[in-house]
């Protein structure tokens, strides 16, 4: 059997996106698998095209991965195969500005609400005048609430007005690739001129820089180059540019001396309306429109998440005729409900340095005092038991560090919670606080 023919492709297809994005990280998926369109699904046979630039690259390191995901979406196994000859059996050392953009990312795609409003109008404006409205401008955000969205838009509609105007876009991730290539094949002049020769430049997750030393100085003077001569920089990061507190003190205030702007969680009349334009583009027929409200009324924080629960929920009407009412949204978002609400990072983070008589500021350093580290350490084991976040946001939600010392200090917690009861309730007290902070938030 292959996919079951109640099941609509292109809903199917957006799911396995979501299992993808999940498995290999945010700046991996962005960087290798955005790309790739849906061509036909018959059967086993999933049909896939991606940029002829990357093919050879995505078939050889995530053909095994896309028919994993697929089969988890489906309970079915899946062959995946590629349209078209690949031009080069390696990857490319540094993509193309152009095809890095994700074209369904655009400012008529994303939907304005008190929470994004700033963001959204100093990044239309930079993209109407790059280097001359907001310079830098760096957009703060959690996961999932449309940093990226801006930044893929911002370079869409720059390259729209003008097509001869150099906009790249990269993550930190492909930055920090690039510049290493180019030190190992002694291309480094190359590499300058990739990124400097750029009239606007997009920057992606510029937490993930933490502990980089070399490419941070690179960085740093790439930022310098391009600002000096009036070119455009747009940053993106899950905290504030003071927050960031294992990069250079030169470099937080280089992405500190334009504007900043924060993008907040959708409140409920937002998040109806991406609901709504989701419906909308994907032509998804629904008997009753105000289930969508019932949907934003149970994922109130992440968009990713909210759009997620739209797929999930017609895909299951597809599958088995159940109808879309309250009591199917009962069913498959029972358990949302609860996580909708559960601690963040940040409000674990402050719980935990409140509780202990600390600044955020301590919590985050490097300092390894006792007075410190035994908190730091607690906070980053409960962020482990409590969130969903992989290893390496949250070491670098904490200073940068890496994935061993987030396991490291799980450990610690672990071993010491087992033989100290001091330490065992003073665990305790820090869960009873973070349950009453997500009670208060369900009221």
Known sequence: MGLPTQLEPTLAWREV????????????????????????????ALLLEAPPATQAWVMRRFRHTLETCASQVTGLPVRVAFTGQARSENPPSSPSPSTALHPRYSFDQFIVGDGNRLAHGASLAVAELPGQAYNPLFLCAPPGLGKTHLLHAIGN????????????????????????????????????LAYRNADVLLIDDVQFLASKVKTEEELFHTFNALHE?????????????????ALEQRLRERFASGLVATINPPDFATRVAI????????????????????IAERITDNIRALEGALIRIVAHHSLTAAPIDSDLINL???ESSSQAHSPSIADIQAVVARH????????????????????????????????????????????????????????RVTDRVAVDRGAEQDLRRLLMTLQDHRDDRSC
Do not use: M
């Open 356 to 411: 202990h008589d600390l600044s955020l500021d301590e919590l985050l350093s490097t300092r390894r005092t006792s007075r410190i580290a035994w908190p730091r350490q607690l906070a980053i084991h409960l962020v482990r038991e409590l969130t969903e976040a992989p290893l390496q946001e949250i070491g670098a939600a904490f200073g940068g560090r890496n994935h061993s010392t987030v396991l490291h200090a799980c450990k």
């Open 332 to 334: 498959l978002l029972g």
């Open 229 to 245: 001569a009036g070119r455009q920089l747009v940053l993106t990061s899950d905290r504030l540019p003071r927050q960031l507190l």
């Open 17 to 44: 996106c979501n299992e993808l994005r999940q498995t290999v990280g945010e700046a991996t998926y962005d960087i290798w698998l955005a790309a790739l369109v849906l061509r036909a699904w018959e059967g086993e």
């Open 275 to 294: 609901l709504r334009k989701r419906v909308e583009l994907d032509q998804i027929k629904l008997a009753d429109p105000t289930v969508l409200e019932l």
């Open 157 to 192: 509609y720059t390259l729209a007005f003008d097509p001869n105007v150099r906009v790249r876009y990269t993550t930190v991730e492909s930055f920090t690739n690039d510049f290493i290539d180019a030190l190992s094949t002694r291309s480094v002049a190359r590499f300058k």
